[in-house]
């Protein structure tokens, strides 16, 4: 990971602003981007949620797959999607591996479910109801609750200044004044596409791609909390996808915070000479799902403990964006690894250091 210089164009936004409201506070972001990326500014432009061709950013595949592929302890399995969990005999606290939809079984000491917020607690919900364990762990109530969203804008600013930036996404401004939100760019040349693909047909090239040329892009995202009624209802009407309960008004709070931060940034732009486009964007555009399994002490309130381990199951976890209770004001992906890892190093020093202990093998693990 590593931090890049604040471009031109946001660098006169981000200034303008904290010259006309002391409140504003830049938080330079972390990417896992080479350090040569802007000698490549097509791959530069395009790097928010694309992948790298030249393989200039880290992403999933290139970090991590391809390292240990080869390793003979790892088998990756594509194209199988899991349909349930298989038991241990008789004692179905304890899952012994999981089904795939081909029929297909596979085992292991310890099974971590990371099929992402929506889809975890419709696996988990179907387990538990399947054997019964529903009616007896008091965790079974709050599976799919909890399920946040973000609440986001985009905000389309218009100037006379042509826009340069390449990267953009360098840091994110922060508000004392707006404890749980945060701004930061659209990637790349985003703004510019969409304002050309919105352009009514009437509007010739020539015009239309120098008023394209002159939009910044930003995203305002303001956590929205958890409520429990905010629900992935996996199993609903037999349908075998997550249906969302979802209603904004739960949480008037976060509501009330998003709309005061659109308009202070939309008046403080138009200060700087920028007039401001908000569009909301709905539910389904989120890309920060979060909870739906979250973690805490108390299984009357949570569904995982502080390790990931299903409340009243013995080797069950979870390992996604589902087990945040909060969501933050910043984008989930680092807090979602970071749990990822801890889980991992747990089981390595608990499950597998278990067995390989029976077998005979000292594990070594650094304790984290
Ligand atoms: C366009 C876009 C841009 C984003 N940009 C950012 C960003 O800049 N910064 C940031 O922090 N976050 C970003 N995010 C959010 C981030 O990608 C997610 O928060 C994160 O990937 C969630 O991780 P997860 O492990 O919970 O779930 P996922 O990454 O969704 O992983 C779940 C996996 O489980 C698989 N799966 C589902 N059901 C099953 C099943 N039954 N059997 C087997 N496999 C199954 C899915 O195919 C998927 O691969 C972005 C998201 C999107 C969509």
């Given amino acids: 990971m590593r931090q890049f210089g604040i471009e ?103 099974v971590v479910i990371a099929a992402g917020t929506l889809h975890s607690p419709r696996l988990l919900q179907s387990y538990l109801e399947r054997t019964g364990l529903a009616q007896v762990l008091p965790s079974y109530r709050q599976v799919g609750r909890n399920y946040k969203a973000h609440v986001l804008t985009a905000m389309l600013a218009l100037s006379h200044r042509p826009v340069t930036d390449v990267l953009c996404k360098t840091l994110l401004l922060l508000h004392d004044d707006m404890p749980h939100s945060t701004v930061q760019t659209l990637g790349g040349n985003l703004a510019e596409e969409i304002v050309r693909s919105q352009m009514p047909r009437f509007v010739p090239d020539w015009l239309a791609a120098p008023i394209a040329k002159r939009v910044y892009g ?42 005061r931060l659109v308009r202070t940034l939309q008046r403080q732009l138009l200060g700087l000479g920028y007039v401001a486009l908000v569009r909301a964007i709905p539910l389904q555009g989120t890309a920060h799902a979060c909870g739906t399994l979250v973690t805490g002490n108390d299984p009357a309130t949570s569904v995982v403990d502080a390790h990931g381990k299903v409340h ?20 989930p992906a680092l807090t979602i690894y970071a ?19 029976a077998a005979g093998f000292t594990v070594a693990h650094d304790g984290g």
């Fill in 312 to 331: 009243g199951m013995g080797n069950l976890y979870v390992a996604d964006g589902s087990v945040l209770p909060r969501s933050s004001r910043a984008n």
């Fill in 218 to 259: 930003l995203f305002l995202q303001t956590e929205d909390g958890s409520h429990p009624d905010n629900r992935v209802v996996a199993t609903a009407q037999g349908s075998d996808r997550p249906l969302l309960d979802y209603d904004l008004a739960r949480l008037p709070a976060a509501q009330a915070e998003h709309r």
């Fill in 8 to 110: 031109a164009n946001f660098q006169q936004i981000v200034s303008g602003l904290r010259r006309r409201d002391a409140q504003w506070r830049r938080q330079p972001m972390s990417l896992g981007l080479a350090a040569d990326i802007l000698s490549h500014p097509e791959e530069a432009r395009h790097f928010d949620a694309f992948a790298s061709v030249r393989g200039l950013k880290c992403d999933a595949e290139s970090s991590l797959l391809q390292r240990v592929s080869h390793k003979p302890n790892l088998t990756v399995l594509t194209g199988k999607a899991v349909s349930g969990f298989v038991a241990t005999g008789g004692d179905v606290t304890r899952v012994s591996g999981v089904e795939c939809e081909d029929g297909s079984r596979h085992y292991a000491a310890a």
């Fill in 339 to 357: 749990w990822g890892l801890r889980l991992a190093s747990h089981l390595g020093s608990t499950v597998l250091a278990g067995r390989k202990a």
